[in-house]
């Protein structure tokens, strides 16, 4: 698995498109919003946190579905860092806050590579085996 994590609106979509074009993938479906089912086609996943957001159920719960919807097939997340800048007045969005910077570290930690986009430019801060 592939994380791709930076800001909104940084150039992580754009990264990650010109991955696909240098690397020939073409059989790609893209998922906003939502869990990818259980299969082995790549897919790209995008906006986890709406996912998280609109979850009604355990924290535990949506780790479990989450790394199971992303294991044993090719994929990149895309994941936006939601972490930064003013902490919301709001309860329900501090606490979606704290939800997801939990699940982007069990995604991140089972992740073999993860770049950060900053501003359009990408730095690779994990690699497995290097």
């Not at 790209?44 to 044993?72: P, Q, S, Y």
């Amino acid at each position: 698995m592939r994380v791709v994590i930076g800001g909104a609106y940084n150039g992580k979509r754009a990264y990650v498109k010109k991955w696909l074009v240098e690397e020939g993938k073409t059989d790609v479906e893209w998922i906003s919003g939502k869990l990818p089912s259980v299969g082995h086609q790549m897919v790209i996943v995008t906006d986890l946190e709406k996912w998280l957001e609109n979850f009604e159920g355990d924290e535990e719960v949506a780790n479990k579905l989450v790394m199971r919807a992303l294991e044993n097939r090719e994929c990149i997340v895309i994941l936006t860092d939601i972490s930064r800048g003013i902490v919301p007045i709001e309860p329900e969005m501090r606490a979606l806050r704290d939800r997801c910077g939990r699940l982007y570290q069990n995604i991140i930690q089972a992740a073999d590579e993860v770049i950060q986009i900053w501003y359009g430019i990408p730095k690779i801060i994990k690699k497995r085996g290097e």
